[in-house]
């Protein structure tokens, strides 16, 4: 009979009802970003002509939608977690830091080896899968520095959150490079091409870096074993997956733009109908998958714990001292209860 029956843990307190702005905080975040954007951007830049509000303006249009989905994924965390609040917005914040650094540095050292100007050739798209990919599981590995439970759950959580911190940045710089510079195939004003290019660029936020980070982090979780991290066939497989989704993304939309008109009219539809969906339905229905198993393995931690013994609760009559109860046998799950 277990000695420390029931459980240590009180489930029915353990996600409280009203929390923050609530379960549609995220909502709001978006809709009141998207507020403030499109008023800086027409107020502050068109009529106004200042040159500040413009630049807020295109940074609160990058992270709005990143930070929508990080107070999602805050707003998901229970008592029960063994990662910090302070640990994921670190990720979300430093760790798209990194990962945007070392991105940007690899990117950049293939398009010099592969002898190419200042505008990303076709190879370097195709190889972008490869390098930004490693540049953001170093991130996550970075950041889960000292978290001592390696599950994949924390996997999916820390991954998710340098992801889109990795996507808040990276839209920034198109952003900025939207205002600066509009596509001439467009024939758009600064002011129009940030309002219409900056919002398309956040809508396809959540469902890129985001998941593809969050895929490869749970791989690389899964696989660890005692706390430490280990290269595994799970592990490789996932990062040459989520690099191949990655690479094909950028290597079709580079390849619009330098093939003869005539072929375009045949590759914009495959492109766009095909490839697009795609990727983005294939990487959602796998991380629902890998969600599912995360929330399946979270939650069977504690199963043990809040089954009754097979005999019934402890009894009520004081225990004769020259007979102690057994001890929990070593094959029991610990009890969820410290955070890192």
Same mark, same amino acid.
């Given at each position: 009979?277990?000695?420390?029956?029931?459980?240590?843990?009180?489930?029915?307190?353990?996600?409280?009802?009203?929390?923050?702005?609530?379960?549609?905080?995220?909502?709001?975040?978006?809709?009141?970003?998207?507020?403030?954007?499109?008023?800086?951007?027409?107020?502050?830049?068109?009529?106004?002509?200042?040159?500040?509000?413009?630049?807020?303006?295109?940074?609160?249009?990058?992270?709005?939608?990143?930070?929508?989905?990080?107070?999602?994924?805050?707003?998901?965390?229970?008592?029960?977690?063994?990662?910090?609040?302070?640990?994921?917005?670190?990720?979300?914040?430093?760790?798209?830091?990194?990962?945007?650094?070392?991105?940007?540095?690899?990117?950049?050292?293939?398009?010099?080896?592969?002898?190419?100007?200042? &505008?990303?050739? %076709?190879? #370097?798209?195709?190889?972008? @899968?490869?390098?930004?990919?490693? /540049?953001? +599981?170093?991130? !996550? $590995?970075?950041?889960?520095?000292?978290?001592?439970?390696?599950?994949?759950?924390?996997?999916?959580?820390?991954?998710?959150?340098?992801?889109?911190?990795?996507?808040?940045?990276?839209?920034?710089?198109?952003?900025?490079?939207?205002?600066?510079?509009?596509?001439?195939?467009?024939?758009?004003?600064?002011?129009?091409?940030?309002?219409?290019?900056?919002?398309?660029?956040?809508?396809?936020?959540?469902?890129?870096?985001?998941?593809?980070?969050?895929?490869?982090?749970?791989?690389?979780?899964?696989?660890?074993?005692?706390?430490?991290?280990?290269?595994?066939?799970?592990?490789? &497989?996932?990062? %040459?997956? #989520?690099?191949?989704?990655? @690479?094909?993304?950028?290597?079709? /939309?580079? +390849?619009?733009? !330098? $093939?003869?008109?005539?072929?375009?009219?045949?590759?914009?539809?495959?492109?766009?109908?095909?490839?697009?969906?795609?990727?983005?339905?294939?990487?959602?229905?796998?991380?629902?998958?890998?969600?599912?198993?995360?929330?399946?393995?979270?939650?069977?931690?504690?199963?043990?714990?809040?089954?009754?013994?097979?005999?019934?609760?402890?009894?009520?009559?004081?225990?004769?001292?020259?007979?102690?109860?057994?001890?929990?046998?070593?094959?029991?799950?610990?009890?969820?209860?410290?955070?890192?």
């Amino acid at each position: 009979m277990r000695t420390n029956w029931p459980p240590p843990i009180w489930i029915v307190g353990e996600k409280p009802v009203d929390r923050w702005i609530g379960r549609f905080g995220g909502l709001w975040i978006a809709a009141v970003g998207a507020v403030f954007f499109v008023f800086l951007i027409l107020v502050g830049g068109l009529l106004l002509d200042n040159g500040a509000a413009v630049t807020v303006g295109l940074l609160v249009g990058a992270v709005t939608v990143a930070a929508s989905f990080v107070y999602t994924m805050a707003y998901r965390l229970v008592p029960r977690d063994t990662m910090s609040l302070s640990r994921l917005l670190l990720a979300f914040g430093l760790g798209g830091l990194i990962a945007v650094a070392l991105g940007s540095t690899l990117d950049s050292s293939v398009l010099k080896l592969t002898g190419g100007g200042s &505008a990303p050739t %076709l190879t #370097v798209l195709a190889l972008a @899968g490869i390098t930004e990919e490693l /540049a953001k +599981i170093i991130a !996550v $590995v970075a950041v889960s520095y000292k978290l001592r439970d390696k599950s994949m759950r924390n996997g999916l959580f820390l991954g998710g959150a340098v992801g889109l911190g990795f996507a808040a940045l990276e839209d920034l710089a198109y952003a900025v490079n939207f205002y600066q510079h509009p596509p001439e195939q467009l024939h758009l004003t600064p002011i129009l091409s940030a309002l219409v290019l900056v919002p398309v660029r956040g809508l396809l936020t959540p469902l890129l870096h985001p998941l593809y980070t969050a895929l490869l982090g749970a791989a690389l979780f899964a696989a660890s074993k005692n706390g430490r991290f280990r290269v595994r066939p799970l592990v490789i &497989a996932a990062y %040459l997956a #989520v690099s191949f989704a990655h @690479g094909l993304w950028d290597f079709s /939309a580079g +390849i619009l733009q !330098v $093939v003869p008109p005539r072929l375009q009219l045949v590759l914009a539809p495959l492109v766009v109908l095909v490839i697009y969906p795609g990727i983005i339905v294939g990487s959602g229905l796998l991380w629902i998958k890998v969600a599912r198993r995360a929330r399946h393995a979270f939650h069977s931690r504690v199963l043990w714990w809040l089954a009754a013994p097979p005999g019934g609760g402890p009894s009520s009559l004081p225990q004769d001292p020259a007979f102690p109860p057994p001890a929990v046998p070593s094959w029991a799950p610990p009890a969820p209860h410290t955070r890192a």
